[in-house]
């Protein structure tokens, strides 16, 4: 609780010219009175407060203290401040001062105030509980009347359940009527399960060469050519059986493909396969467990959108993985990314939202550029102590709170290198007391340089 003090001098208030209260603080400002000998007779008394809007507040004075009412600190500017002591007929008061209410910069959605309890309000409390006791016998009499009328309405259900019956003879006709309807209705689902059954069929066939064209891309070792051409049309193709193919070209995948799932059992490299690529939007690639590298996979790939990459834990190489894929949106990794050639991985990936899975930097050697012009880039995440050289992310002005604290705790300690952050973002998603710790937490603990962009 903070705490001003104000001296009673007969009917002068003294000493309210020697501070200022700061706007919207709530139950946590009161203010102290030290009264002469003149009050010390009055047992009861109170502080009047006048808001810059003309609205009375009377707060009592307990112990020679009353808490300052929000409702007086809304608005910069200034607050009149009054006293009173009374006793039986008889009351004393002071002069009207003013005190100064200084600007806060508490927002909006955090005043979260009730009104304020003012000495009537308590009188009124007080009264009711004493009427209370005043009336109690009243109180009980209407007790007991209302224990009859429960009674009595107790009885009247009684008498409506039994009166049940022809609502329950209408409900089972309704019912009956239900069962008509349904039956219709499931007559005619089954004929409509017919015509499909009969589409069906018509399709089997095609299902069929399906299966063998899926089992002919299985017995493949190579793609160096087209796995599939698609004619002038725009088409996909779902995860393929490409675990046997050992090693794939850039020319293996037609212009008009758009979507595609690949399985990589049998690759080693897998460098450039979709850069410049013009009508790829969407890629997934699953057990990569033996490739070594995807540099430039997507590099200058102007359509892609969307990544998903599975087992990458011996894969070094990301350089330029999707450098100047100006419309990917997701990147997926199942699991931990532990690369050590990380340069331009993302640059210039001017919508790239989010990057799901964790990085694990402490085999780095080049982080150069990885994160530049990534101004939309919200979620990222990283290993704890395990970012080991500088590292730069200072377009990024996008980044959630929840990045940047994953960004703060991955940071190696004791490396003394430099991070990035732009200052907008790290003002915007941090209040002024945590942007002070967080920065001690990069200089003190971390050990660390910290620049804001």
């Known amino acids: ?32 009175f030290h009264f002469d000998r003149s009050w010390r007779r009055f047992d009861s008394k109170a502080a009047v407060f006048r808001n810059s ?20 600190l809304t608005h910069q500017g200034e607050f009149e401040l009054s006293v ?25 959605e955090y005043k979260t105030f009730s009104p304020s309890e003012v000495l009537f309000d308590r009188f009124k409390r007080e009264c009711i509980a004493q009427a209370y006791l005043d009336y109690e016998d009243e109180i009980n009499e209407l007790k007991k009347a209302h224990t009859i009328e429960k009674m009595n309405l107790n009885a009247q259900i009684i008498e409506a359940n039994e009166r049940t019956d022809d609502i329950e003879k209408a409900k089972n006709q309704e019912i009956t009527q239900i069962n008509i309807i349904h039956q219709k209705q499931t007559e005619q689902l089954n004929r409509q399960i017919t015509e499909l059954s009969q589409t069906v069929e018509e399709y089997k066939e095609k299902a069929y060469n399906w299966d063998l064209i899926d089992k002919a891309i299985g017995m493949k070792t190579s793609a160096s050519t087209a796995l599939w051409q698609g004619g002038r049309e725009k088409y996909s193709l779902p995860m393929l059986n490409t675990s046997s193919i050992s090693n794939f070209s850039v020319t293996g995948f037609s212009t008009n493909l758009t979507e595609i799932g690949l399985d990589l059992s049998s690759v080693k490299t897998f460098s450039g396969i979709f850069a410049s690529a013009k009508s ?13 590298s995807y540099a430039n996979l997507f590099e200058n790939c102007k359509t892609i959108k969307h990544i998903t990459i599975g087992n990458i834990s011996n894969c070094s190489n990301l350089s330029c993985f999707a450098n100047e894929a100006t419309s990917l949106q997701t990147v997926t990794f199942s699991g931990n990314v532990e690369a050590s050639l990380l340069e331009k991985a993302f640059s210039n990936c001017l919508v790239l939202r989010e990057i799901n899975g964790l990085f694990d930097l402490q085999y780095a050697t080049n982080l150069n550029m990885m994160f530049q012009n990534c101004s939309s880039l919200k979620e990222v995440r990283f290993v704890e102590d395990t ?21 703060f705790k991955g940071l190696k300690t004791g490396i003394g290198d430099l991070l990035t952050i732009p200052s907008y973002t790290f003002e915007t998603q941090f209040t002024p007391e945590e942007r002070e710790e967080w920065t001690s937490y990069i200089y003190d603990v971390k050990e660390w340089e910290f620049v804001l962009n």
């Open 280 to 292: 790829i939007t969407r890629v997934e690639l699953k057990n990569g467990h033996n490739v070594s």
């Open 53 to 72: 809007v003309s609205e009375y507040y009377i707060i009592e004075i307990v112990a020679d203290r009353a808490k300052v009412p929000w409702e007086v």
């Open 1 to 32: 609780m903070i705490k001003y003090d104000l001296t009673l001098e007969k009917q002068r208030l003294i000493g309210a010219d020697k501070f200022s209260i700061a706007a919207n603080a709530n139950e946590t400002v009161c203010l102290c």
């Open 387 to 407: 970012i080991n050289m500088s590292i730069d992310f200072g377009s990024c002005v996008s980044l959630s709170k929840e990045s940047l604290i994953s960004i």
């Open 84 to 108: 009173i002591g009374f006793e039986n007929e008889k009351v004393i008061t002071s002069d009207k001062v003013e005190i100064l209410v200084s600007e806060s910069l508490l927002p909006e």
